[in-house]
């Protein structure tokens, strides 16, 4: 099993900056990707970044691209997703998700564990 806990969402202006925070537990995690996805009122659920665990290659959704960053840090178990230059339609709730594997997917249903969510919220 692998317990996930996001912070660090919030109430920001349009043009501001979060960082969110996903700590993990449970097991090891070096054959995970994890993923940052976001769901919007009334719209699916998203992928917007994830991270290989162990070789820290990234992935990039079109609409965050150049703004957002996804990073890991290794000896406290924590996945960080620093969101820049944000936007209205940013506002969502954002989730922590782990897939086990090394194939990269947008889909919901390949990943195995959830965070509870944080919400972010940009005012214009």
């Known amino acids: 099993q692998v317990q996930l806990v996001e912070s660090g969402g919030g109430l920001v202006q349009a043009g501001g900056s979060l960082r969110l925070s996903c700590a993990a537990s449970?097991?090891?995690?070096?054959?995970?990707?994890m993923g940052w996805f976001r769901q919007a009122p009334g719209k699916q659920r998203e992928l917007a970044a994830g991270?290989?665990?162990?070789?820290?290659?990234?992935y990039y959704a079109d609409s965050v691209k150049g703004r957002f960053t996804i990073s890991r840090d290794n000896a406290n178990n924590r996945v960080y997703l620093q969101m820049n230059s944000l936007r209205p339609e940013d506002t969502a709730v954002y989730y922590c998700?782990?897939?086990?594997?090394?194939?990269?997917?947008?889909?919901?249903?390949?990943?195995?564990?959830w965070g509870q969510g944080t919400q972010v919220t940009v005012s214009s």
């Open positions: 449970g097991r090891a995690l070096s054959s995970y990707i």
């Open positions: 991270i290989h665990w162990s070789g820290g290659s990234t």
């Open positions: 998700a782990a897939r086990n594997g090394i194939a990269w997917s947008a889909q919901t249903k390949d990943y195995n564990y």
